[in-house]
């Protein structure tokens, strides 16, 4: 069964550090990879995905992710984080190539970004 | 376009009362997911419905707990005689029909809190 793992459990930054949060997963096939935030109080919603061709994808708020193929990675980055970004992100992977199916999420990671 | 709506958002029941929770997924979505999460872990798979059919139920526990999502109105998870570890955070996700065969986005609701006292 696929696995997915986030280096971090709790990362704290000031404001205008850069970030990189880990994500590996376990799958040998085919794989949609998946970071989504979860801001205070508020629901789950996708920061960006990865489904196929340009290996580093962009997502919004100025977040980008690279997927390794041959490191099975998918880590998240931005150059420069605010206070706004506290948030606990989770990465996501839907493995096997079908149109639908479950995700499989990381442990998250929660960010604290102090002013 | 409304999101993903789930009610109730707190739920509170006593131990071997039953619990059912609803997800309106968005509209023109057909497919609905219910995910767990635990305290201090990660949302946790439980089941995969389209309208009518149950099409993944691997991470339903085997007994109590069953899902459905019928032809008119929202789909329900029902947790039956609850026990204190059922307490979490259940959210529900929707996503839309078939596009060429790419896998599609899953959109989340609030979520529900379920507590058992």
């Known amino acids: 069964a696929q696995s997915v793992s986030q280096h971090n459990h709790h990362v704290i930054l000031s404001e205008a550090a850069s970030l990189e949060l880990g994500c590996n997963y376990s799958?040998?096939?085919?794989?949609?990879l998946f970071w989504y935030v979860q801001y205070p109080g508020q629901h789950l919603q996708l920061l960006l995905k990865y489904f196929s061709g340009d290996p580093l994808v962009k997502g919004i708020k100025g977040f980008e992710a690279e997927f390794i193929k041959s490191k099975f990675s998918f880590n998240l980055r931005k150059p420069s984080v605010q206070w706004s970004d506290t948030a606990e992100y989770f990465c996501?992977?839907?493995?096997?190539?079908?149109?639908?199916?479950?995700?499989?999420f990381g442990q998250g990671t929660i960010l604290t970004v102090h002013p | 376009n409304a999101g993903v709506m789930q009610n109730p958002r707190h739920l509170v029941r006593r131990r071997g009362q039953e619990a059912r929770l609803r997800c309106s997924p968005m509209?023109?979505?057909?497919?609905v997911y219910w995910y767990r999460q635990l305290p201090e872990e990660g949302l946790k798979f439980m089941v995969y419905l389209q309208k009518e059919n149950i099409i993944d139920e691997s991470g339903m526990p085997k007994e109590r707990f069953s899902a459905e999502f019928p032809k008119e109105g929202p789909s329900i998870l029902r947790i039956q005689q609850v026990v204190r570890g059922d307490s979490a955070a259940y959210f529900c996700a929707s996503s839309p029909p078939s596009l060429g065969g790419s896998s599609d986005t899953q959109y989340f609701g609030p979520g529900t809190r379920l507590t058992v006292l």
């Open positions: 996501a992977v839907h493995a096997g190539g079908t149109s639908y199916g479950k995700l499989t």
């Open positions: 799958y040998g096939g085919t794989v949609n």
């Open positions: 509209k023109g979505h057909s497919h």
